[in-house]
């Protein structure tokens, strides 16, 4: 089954590439420029639609004073205004935005600006050793440390953005993958694909012009930058730019009625995170629109106590390389009834769900996701053999295992590659994972499979608790609720799971340290 931009966009001749299309702010600008574009909570500092679009024309061409058209700006910092600046700036003079992960060590933030070989390096003091050795280990040419640098070179700029011509094929992002499969990897994002994913987002996620979106995913992942703050750009919202996730600060932001948040984003670990803060019970947050859920399938009991207590969980899939990809209706019944599914198709994209040999599979079977459409990734930053391997007859493989229902409702099953398979049957861990996370003992688990000289492969289960739990009661929890190959043969206890930027477990991690320590505890 195709789902798809292709019939849409012949019905209604929606562009995708014309300049005003592409270059949102300065459309809103002369639309509504008095309305309020974003805010950032850490300074309190708001910037209308005009002020925004002015910021970035000066930012724009201080930077084509600087660097030539393609070069790589990168920038390594909290979430901020200035971010978002930076980056549609990047658009605008024709170069590349490379927003770095401040959670990566020193030696891991030198091997992503040496992959990009930026002519700039902007970063706040927070953040100085780290950025030290980049500037000069890379040697990078131009360096602005600190918020204040920044706005005194943005401020000292012409206000009239140079005139580039704006390819919507051109690279305007580079976004790295978080590595739970290894090395990092630059997904190269271009102007029409920040605009179909903001696109998508906003459309699944039932954003209006007037509604008011809290972003605290870090503006260096697509959830962030492309969804959350692009969306609400694209349609005339507002973003508020928090720098940081603090479980409690964001209860209280999404409690104030004076905010009148309506959208916000979290992984599932976020969204547990917040249940268990002692400050949820005082919390009101009935008014929201939709909890947007991503990065991982919310568990099914903490879908039911969102639903219970009047919060929407709009549960979703979506990837670096391709932006948002499904999303559940906002029905409360449907969100229910389908609890753990991750919904239909967006607009602009068009999926298949193929076997093994790339034959499409049919309702109920486990396939692995293939998509086609405007917000798909063109590749990966110098790698072509990498880009090659990712892409076949023109679709885009994820890597990601689902199954789809006869009425186009998605579930994600796993990771096609951490599907294992134990006395030929496959396994996948994901199922087991919900049926820990139904355990009250439980905090967070993830299941691997690991190498089993009986059986090929058998599960390892490594689990946080907040009470006390045996192995043995792990095994006879899993019993009574999966078929007996399902059972993980292994149980390991640790305080932390290793975790990438983006909230998703490091399985790779866990793999190795099976191997390094096999024993169970």
Same mark, same amino acid.
Request: aromatic share 8%; glycine share 8%.
């Given at each position: 089954?195709?789902?798809?931009?292709?019939?849409?966009?012949?019905?209604?001749?929606?562009?995708?590439?014309?300049?005003?299309?592409?270059?949102?702010?300065?459309?809103?600008?002369?639309? $509504?420029?008095?309305?309020?574009?974003?805010?950032?909570?850490?300074?309190?500092?708001?910037?209308?639609?005009?002020?925004?679009?002015?910021?970035?024309?000066?930012?724009?061409?201080?930077? &084509?004073?600087?660097?030539?058209?393609?070069?790589?700006?990168?920038?390594?910092?909290?979430?901020?205004?200035?971010?978002?600046?930076?980056?549609?700036?990047?658009?605008?003079?024709?170069?590349?935005?490379?927003?770095?992960? =401040?959670?990566?060590?020193?030696?891991?933030?030198?091997?992503?600006?040496?992959?990009?070989?930026?002519?700039?390096?902007?970063?706040?003091?927070?953040?100085?050793?780290?950025?030290?050795?980049?500037?000069?280990?890379?040697?990078?040419?131009?360096?602005? @440390?600190?918020? *204040?640098?920044?706005?005194?070179?943005?401020?000292?700029?012409?206000?009239?953005?140079?005139?580039?011509?704006?390819?919507?094929?051109?690279?305007?992002?580079?976004?790295?993958?978080?590595?739970?499969?290894?090395?990092?990897?630059?997904?190269?994002? &271009?102007?029409?694909?920040? =605009?179909?994913?903001?696109?998508?987002?906003?459309?699944?996620?039932?954003?209006?012009? *007037? %509604?008011?979106?809290?972003?605290?995913?870090?503006?260096?992942?697509?959830?962030?930058?492309?969804?959350?703050?692009?969306?609400?750009?694209?349609?005339?919202?507002?973003?508020?730019?928090?720098?940081?996730?603090?479980?409690?600060?964001?209860?209280?932001?999404?409690?104030?009625?004076?905010?009148?948040?309506?959208?916000?984003?979290?992984?599932?670990?976020?969204?547990?995170?917040?249940?268990?803060?002692?400050?949820?019970?005082?919390?009101?947050?009935?008014?929201?629109?939709?909890?947007?859920?991503?990065?991982?399938?919310?568990?099914?009991?903490?879908?039911?106590?969102?639903?219970?207590?009047?919060?929407?969980?709009?549960?979703?899939?979506?990837?670096?390389?391709?932006?948002?990809?499904?999303?559940?209706?906002?029905?409360?019944?449907?969100?229910?009834?389908?609890?753990?599914?991750?919904?239909?198709?967006?607009?602009?994209?068009?999926?298949?769900?193929?076997?093994?040999?790339?034959?499409?599979?049919?309702?109920?079977?486990?396939?692995?996701? =293939?998509?086609?459409?405007?917000?798909?990734?063109?590749?990966?930053?110098?790698?072509? +053999?990498?880009? +090659?391997?990712?892409?076949?007859?023109?679709?885009?493989?994820?890597?990601?295992?689902?199954?789809?229902?006869?009425?186009?409702?998605?579930?994600?099953?796993?990771?096609?590659?951490?599907?294992?398979?134990?006395?030929?049957?496959?396994?996948?861990?994901?199922?087991?994972?919900?049926?820990?996370?139904?355990?009250?003992?439980?905090?967070?688990?993830?299941?691997?499979?690991?190498?089993?000289?009986?059986?090929? +492969?058998?599960?390892?289960?490594?689990?946080?608790? $907040?009470?006390?739990?045996?192995?043995?009661?792990?095994? @006879?929890?899993?019993?009574?609720?999966?078929?007996?190959?399902?059972?993980?043969?292994?149980?390991?206890?640790?305080?932390?799971?290793? @975790?990438?930027?983006?909230?998703?477990?490091?399985? %790779?991690?866990?793999?190795?340290?099976? $191997?390094?320590?096999?024993?169970?505890?």
């Amino acid at each position: 089954m195709k789902q798809g931009f292709s019939a849409l966009q012949s019905s209604t001749g929606m562009p995708i590439d014309g300049a005003d299309i592409l270059d949102f702010i300065a459309c809103r600008a002369r639309a $509504h420029g008095e309305r309020i574009a974003c805010t950032d909570l850490a300074v309190n500092r708001d910037l209308t639609y005009r002020e925004l679009d002015a910021e970035i024309a000066r930012c724009a061409n201080w930077l &084509t004073g600087l660097l030539d058209e393609g070069a790589r700006v990168a920038m390594l910092s909290r979430n901020s205004v200035d971010m978002l600046v930076v980056h549609f700036a990047c658009a605008r003079a024709g170069m590349i935005f490379q927003p770095l992960n =401040w959670r990566l060590s020193g030696a891991e933030i030198l091997a992503l600006v040496r992959d990009a070989a930026p002519g700039i390096l902007i970063y706040q003091a927070e953040f100085e050793t780290a950025a030290q050795a980049a500037f000069t280990d890379a040697g990078i040419a131009h360096v602005v @440390r600190g918020d *204040r640098a920044l706005a005194d070179a943005i401020a000292a700029a012409p206000p009239a953005t140079a005139s580039r011509a704006r390819n919507p094929d051109a690279p305007i992002t580079l976004l790295y993958t978080s590595g739970t499969t290894g090395k990092p990897k630059g997904v190269i994002v &271009t102007a029409r694909n920040a =605009w179909a994913t903001a696109f998508n987002f906003a459309t699944v996620n039932e954003v209006a012009p *007037r %509604d008011v979106l809290l972003c605290d995913m870090p503006l260096f992942h697509v959830a962030g930058l492309f969804g959350v703050a692009r969306a609400a750009l694209l349609m005339g919202a507002t973003v508020l730019i928090s720098d940081r996730f603090v479980p409690a600060t964001a209860l209280k932001l999404l409690s104030d009625q004076s905010r009148g948040i309506t959208h916000y984003f979290a992984v599932p670990q976020m969204a547990t995170v917040m249940l268990q803060d002692f400050s949820y019970a005082q919390s009101n947050l009935t008014r929201l629109k939709a909890l947007v859920i991503g990065g991982a399938p919310l568990p099914k009991i903490v879908i039911e106590r969102l639903l219970a207590d009047g919060i929407p969980p709009i549960e979703g899939y979506g990837l670096s390389e391709a932006g948002t990809v499904f999303g559940m209706p906002f029905d409360r019944d449907t969100i229910a009834q389908r609890a753990g599914m991750c919904g239909v198709a967006a607009m602009l994209i068009e999926v298949r769900l193929v076997d093994a040999d790339g034959r499409d599979v049919g309702e109920g079977r486990v396939g692995e996701i =293939w998509l086609k459409g405007p917000s798909v990734t063109t590749g990966y930053w110098r790698q072509p +053999e990498t880009t +090659e391997k990712a892409f076949q007859d023109g679709w885009f493989k994820t890597g990601d295992a689902a199954c789809r229902d006869a009425d186009g409702f998605y579930q994600i099953v796993d990771r096609w590659k951490d599907m294992y398979i134990s006395g030929g049957e496959n396994v996948y861990p994901a199922e087991i994972e919900n049926v820990l996370a139904e355990h009250p003992a439980i905090s967070e688990a993830a299941v691997v499979g690991v190498t089993d000289t009986q059986w090929g +492969e058998s599960g390892c289960a490594y689990i946080v608790t $907040h009470a006390v739990l045996t192995a043995d009661d792990v095994t @006879r929890h899993c019993r009574e609720r999966l078929a007996h190959y399902k059972v993980p043969k292994h149980v390991h206890f640790i305080n932390l799971l290793p @975790r990438t930027g983006s909230g998703k477990v490091k399985k %790779d991690d866990l793999r190795r340290a099976f $191997h390094e320590t096999p024993k169970d505890s």
